[in-house]
């Protein structure tokens, strides 16, 4: 069942704040942004999180796009167009 990108979003956001402790305001900001204070080897917790929850390579994301990937909305719309949004049955 392909989910909506608001679904997407939420689990993102919710994954930041799980895995980094921080709340994120703006879906159009870097995630990486010095000013959030994530720290870059942590978020491969985030990344994990994502494509176990997903049908889909989340690191092959990263081949095919740049830098701009890193927002709520960015990964969002990447997951989804990945074609393989589907949830684990765990969840």
């Given amino acids: ?7 997407i979003k939420e689990d993102i ?3 930041m ?8 305001e703006d879906d159009d900001k870097n995630l990486l942004s010095s000013d959030l204070h994530a720290i870059v080897p942590d978020f491969l917790y985030v990344l ?3 494509e176990q ?14 830098y701009s990937v890193f927002s709520v909305n960015g990964l969002a719309q990447a997951i989804l167009e990945v074609g393989q949004c589907h949830s684990t049955p765990n969840d």
């Fill in 1 to 7: 069942m392909k989910l909506p990108v608001d679904e």
């Fill in 17 to 24: 704040n799980k895995y980094l402790g921080i709340r994120i």
């Fill in 48 to 50: 994990n999180a994502l």
């Fill in 53 to 66: 929850k997903y049908s889909a390579s989340i690191y092959r994301l990263f081949e095919q796009n740049d």
């Fill in 13 to 15: 956001r919710d994954a």
